[in-house]
């Protein structure tokens, strides 16, 4: 779910214009799970832009602090959103971990890192959402933890049905800046991709562990 439209056309413009967002329905890329692209989103360069990454930082911190209230700490999904999860928590005067994969195979053995204690109220920031299956092992770890994961905000989703069906599963409210369908309808109207490019990415928004550019 959106924060609202006009957040969503205004995260998807700034993305755009610093090429976070990649469109290239005519060479696409292709994922780590073999599934061919004709988009992907680096939202890890909205750092290296202060002021794109501030508006990030602001617009999730004033969510989170509407939505959920201020939680005892801010939670980052490694890798991709430990550097714009720790903005948030420092905007919001909080404490922040991020969560790995899976626990370091030596040392301490941490998947959390960082100070957190069974029981605190913890709100994860994500980078970007396909399918929600690394985001949701973040979740369970947290939940291992003990601790009382409030929700998640992310930069962006893709809008996958699966991921809304994951989301569900886990009994974990899921909210985003932007989405596919925002981003479609922004990339269209600054003439950043053509009327027949919309249409292949619209087709491969519906089915993309089928779509083939060919």
């Given amino acids: 779910m959106i924060f609202n439209k006009h957040t969503a056309r205004q995260t998807a ?10 469109l290239q329905p005519k060479d696409p890329f292709t994922w780590a799970s073999g599934w061919k692209s004709p988009i992907y989103c680096d939202n890890r ?13 602001e617009e999730i911190a004033k969510f989170i602090e509407q939505h959920y ?6 939670a980052g999904v490694a890798t991709g959103a430990i550097g714009i999860g720790m903005l948030v928590a420092e905007y919001l005067g909080l404490p922040f971990v991020y969560v790995r994969p899976e626990a370091k195979k030596h040392g301490r053995q941490n998947q959390i890192e960082g100070f957190i204690e069974s ?4 709100v994860v920031v994500e980078d970007l959402i396909s399918t929600g299956k690394s985001s949701l092992n973040a979740v369970r770890a947290l939940k291992e933890a003990k601790v009382n994961v409030k929700g998640m905000v992310a930069i962006f ?6 991921a809304d069906t994951n989301f569900e599963s886990e009994n974990i409210t899921l909210h985003t800046l932007g989405n596919y369908e925002n981003l479609l309808i922004e990339a269209a109207n600054s003439n950043y991709i053509s009327e027949s490019e919309i249409e292949t990415l ?9 779509w083939n550019a060919n």
């Fill in 69 to 74: 209230g201020k939680p005892d700490v801010i």
């Fill in 45 to 57: 360069i909205i750092l290296s832009f202060p002021p794109i990454r501030n508006y990030i930082r």
């Fill in 202 to 210: 619209s087709d491969w928004n519906s089915n993309p562990s089928e």
């Fill in 119 to 122: 029981g605190q109220n913890v």
């Fill in 13 to 22: 413009k700034v993305l755009l214009e610093v090429n976070a967002i990649k």
């Fill in 157 to 162: 989703s893709y809008g996958f049905e699966v």
